[in-house]
């Protein structure tokens, strides 16, 4: 990956359990916004923090942002099966011309039942 | 709510055919992407356009060329088709105003024999 790196790469937990990935970038960022992708499939968009906020909350999910460590976490809480995918981070600088996504490498997260 | 639309959703070719993917992004996005992911990668961004016109350039190869048409889809044509070009390909549309949060297409699978 050209921005960085996820941690860890795979991850396997059991219903109900809660699931935390986590993701480093190397550049300043102007959000940062988390995929999930089943397998062989599209990407879903979940959740985007932007860089002035530290946390942010959508049902299950939870999402912190540290700007001074160029690092953010997912945390999936009371996971079910059907949260099994691959999970990644990708940040948007925002600067002129560029308005790509910079993907991370992903968390692939195996919830057994 | 209408998504992203991507055509086809399989496709096989052999080595140094040509390709042409098609995407219709989400009525009323301006901005729309596309990335290519190989086997086990991250996705990687190749090519925007902003308003029918090209934004940002990634990582596309000479070999391949996009374009926005007036009734806002997008072609990605790949000539010269190589191995390493096999790899599941994006369409992502999105509203610059918002950050630059992306809808993602299906994606379309191209296979290289």
């Known amino acids: 990956s050209q921005q960085g790196e996820e941690d860890p790469q795979a991850l396997s937990i059991q219903e109900g359990e809660n699931a935390t990935m986590n993701c480093s970038y190397k550049?300043?960022?102007?959000?940062l916004q988390w995929y999930r992708q089943n397998s062989g499939r599209g990407l879903v968009h979940l959740i985007l923090?932007?860089?002035?906020?530290r946390e942010k909350h959508s049902g299950r999910l939870r999402v912190t942002l540290d700007t001074s460590k160029k690092s953010s976490s997912l945390l999936i809480t009371a996971s079910r099966a059907a949260d099994t995918a691959s999970y990644f981070c990708a940040t948007f600088t925002g600067d002129t011309g560029r308005r790509a996504l910079t993907f991370g490498s992903g968390t692939r997260l195996q919830v057994q039942p | 709510a209408a998504g992203v639309i991507q055509s086809p959703r399989h496709l096989i070719k052999e080595k140094r055919e040509t390709a042409t993917l098609k995407c219709y992004p989400i009525?009323?996005?301006?901005?729309v992407y596309w990335y290519q992911q190989g086997p086990g990668q991250d996705p990687q961004f190749l090519i925007s356009?902003?308003?029918?016109?090209?934004?940002d350039k990634g990582s596309i190869p000479d070999r391949f060329s996009a374009q926005q048409f007036s009734d806002y889809h997008s072609e990605l044509n790949m000539s010269s088709l190589e191995l390493g070009d096999s790899a599941l390909y994006f369409c992502a549309s999105s509203l610059l105003s918002t950050y630059n949060e992306q809808f993602f297409g299906p994606g379309t699978r191209l296979t290289v024999l």
């Open positions: 009525p009323r996005h301006d901005t």
């Open positions: 356009f902003y308003e029918k016109m090209q934004s």
């Open positions: 550049t300043s960022i102007n959000n």
């Open positions: 923090i932007r860089s002035n906020e």
